[in-house]
């Protein structure tokens, strides 16, 4: 049995390529991200790779399967908080590569001096994140009732979801 390579590097601009293909059935199918589905690839990775955004690309084998980016939460008396969003690959979900971003981007906070971190609309209906991020030690510090429009269940709640590094 061979054992897989699993890096998480920092991305650029000329990774787009690896990142829209795992961008774009997240925006379409509008679940689990209050983004709006018909941006075009160009909008998509714009909002991804924008100023502020630290963006990683997770490769297994040299194959993408996953990203995220991180950001200060807010500006300010708020910036000592990180926020990331994170994506895996179509056909890598349910190996572990979620948890391997979260852990990744714990430590990476922490070595930007960030001092905890914060998921400010996890959608209620995302049962594995959710379950994934308490895992994490992420706790739910808030529930914001009907605030995400989901595209089959209508209105559900969005969580914000908390934990110090």
């Not at 194959?63 to 200060?72: E, K, L």
């Not at 209620?124 to 030690?137: D, I, P």
């Not at 510090?141 to 595209?151: K, V």
């Amino acid at each position: 049995m061979s054992v897989s390579s699993f890096t998480v590097r920092p991305a650029t601009r000329a990774d787009d390529d690896a990142v829209w293909p795992m961008l774009e059935p997240v925006l379409r199918a509008g679940e689990t991200y209050a983004l709006p589905s018909g941006w075009s690839r160009e909008e998509a990775l714009s909002y991804w790779f924008m100023s502020g955004h630290f963006v990683f690309l997770a490769e297994e084998d040299g194959q993408p399967v996953g990203t995220y980016f991180m950001q200060a939460n807010q500006k300010g008396g708020g910036a000592h908080v990180a926020n990331c969003g994170y994506i895996t690959a179509p056909g890598a979900t349910g190996r572990g590569i979620a948890a391997r971003m979260c852990e990744h981007s714990l430590e990476e906070a922490r070595s930007r001096g960030f001092r905890a971190m914060q998921y400010n609309f996890v959608i209620s209906t995302n049962e594995r994140a959710v379950a994934l991020w308490q895992r994490m030690g992420f706790g739910i510090i808030g529930r914001l009732p009907g605030a995400f429009e989901h595209p089959r269940l209508g209105e559900v709640d969005a969580l914000v979801m908390f934990r110090r590094l």
